[in-house]
């Protein structure tokens, strides 16, 4: 009977593994989780169509709501509403709660989730994003002291324990990327976003920016550090074009940016809406390629801030037309 048991078990055995690998060989390249990523991601390339791989480039506040077809082709992240969307307000109460908490949040974001991957043609997950500079910016999460104030501490300890805390309160609420943290280098007081930043010192900033960083990564979230590059200039005006050598930008405004990359494991970088030396940072052929993906050795992606990349056209005029800004940045890349 012993004899009899084990050969039925190793048939069983030999079934589930011709089974599994059939099933191996049915399922597309880019979804088979043990190929390498270089190669899962040349066979979704090849499958996409014009229209996927344009709306792979949009990340936006919202949510497919009603309007489900407008999304058939997917699109890269959301940036999730807070309130569902919808003519019947007094139905979207019954249904998700007078207010947001992390439970419905992570919910709605799994609902939205599901669509894509089920849905869409090719199955493509979205990202959502949110902004977390002190704390996330959601119902009921901690608000921790602004950045300039935790850099105050020059605590690097306290600054990972309440990292790591925003991190936890991000994760469950299904959120996959934080647009955080700014560490451009606050040159001038004058500058209305001095708060965001961890100062004047690109020492200080560099390791406020690791500490911050590195829970998030750890924790399975995209950290996006920003803005890439010295988005302040003369007088403290945002945005502003700017005109500096590259020894002062390797020294000054650079080491931030390549700490949390290189030590805190930022995925994300998100260019500036200023020129830097009369090219948009969103389409800068030395700030992108020469210096992010050759010197740093980048691997990561590249985001706008919003509506950035437009701004060649009615920003820096280095562009005719909103199309001729569009196509700058994808010939740089």
């Known amino acids: 009977m012993a004899i009899n048991r084990n050969k039925y078990y190793l048939i069983l055995c030999l079934l589930l593994i011709v089974v599994s690998t059939v099933r191996a060989q049915t399922v597309a390249p880019y979804k088979n989780a043990h190929l390498p990523i270089q190669e899962r991601v040349k066979d979704l390339l090849k499958r996409m169509t014009p229209e996927e791989k344009f709306w792979q480039l949009f990340m936006i506040p919202g949510e497919p709501g009603a ?11 959301f940036q999730v509403s807070a309130a569902p969307q919808g003519t019947d307000a007094s139905a979207q109460l019954l249904k998700y709660g007078a207010s947001e908490n992390a439970l419905s949040l992570a919910k709605k974001i799994n609902t939205i989730q599901k669509y894509f991957i089920e849905r869409s043609r090719l199955g493509i997950p979205i990202i959502a994003f949110d902004e977390s500079l002190h704390g996330l910016v959601r119902s009921g ?23 790591l805390a925003i991190a936890t309160e991000t994760k469950v609420r299904g959120i996959r990327q934080v647009l955080t943290p700014v560490i451009n280098i606050a040159s001038d007081v004058r500058w209305g976003r001095t708060e965001e930043t961890y100062g004047e010192d690109p020492f200080l900033a560099s390791e406020m920016a690791v500490a911050y960083v590195s829970p998030f990564e750890r ?37 931030p940016f390549k700490a949390a990359i290189e030590r805190g ?9 200023n020129s830097l030396d009369g090219s948009p940072s969103t389409a800068n052929d030395w700030l992108l390629n020469k210096k992010l993906k050759g010197d740093w050795h980048f691997k990561g992606f590249v985001i706008s801030d919003a509506s950035a990349v437009g701004g060649a056209n009615v920003l820096h ?13 994808l010939a740089t890349d």
């Open 265 to 273: 494991g930022s995925r994300s970088i998100m260019t500036a809406y």
């Open 219 to 255: 924790s399975g979230i995209i950290t996006t550090p920003k803005h890439f590059i010295a988005n302040v200039g003369d007088g403290g005006r945002d945005s502003y074009p700017i005109h500096y050598n590259e020894r002062l930008l390797d020294e000054i405004f650079l080491p």
């Open 317 to 329: 005029f280095t562009a005719k037309d909103y199309a001729d800004a569009g196509k700058k940045p």
């Open 141 to 163: 999460a901690t608000s921790f002291p602004q950045a300039i104030g935790l850099a105050a501490s020059w605590d690097t300890v306290l600054m990972r324990k309440v990292a």
């Open 67 to 77: 309007e489900e077809t407008k999304y058939a082709n997917g699109i890269f992240g």
